[in-house]
């Protein structure tokens, strides 16, 4: 009886500890990655350069003479 007993002891304590090691597994999912795409750094050159275009068409108007007869 005692060889049965040591024999189921020693195989509890070989395979007891293994089953239990370890703890349950967590899975934290983690969110996407927010994407920010940053603005051009030339974002003013084309207002400013069509502002100018408009500002020479308005200053320089029609410069045709109306010839009176």
């Not at 994407?35 to 207002?47: F, L, Q, T």
């Amino acid at each position: 009886m005692t060889k049965i007993a040591s024999s189921i002891l020693a195989f509890t304590l070989a395979f007891g500890s293994a089953v239990s090691a370890g703890g349950p597994v967590v899975v934290v999912e983690e969110g996407q990655p927010e994407v920010v795409a940053e603005s051009p750094r030339s974002g003013w050159i084309v207002p400013v350069i069509i502002g100018g275009i408009i500002l020479c068409a308005i200053a320089c108007g029609n410069d045709d003479e109306q010839q009176r007869g």
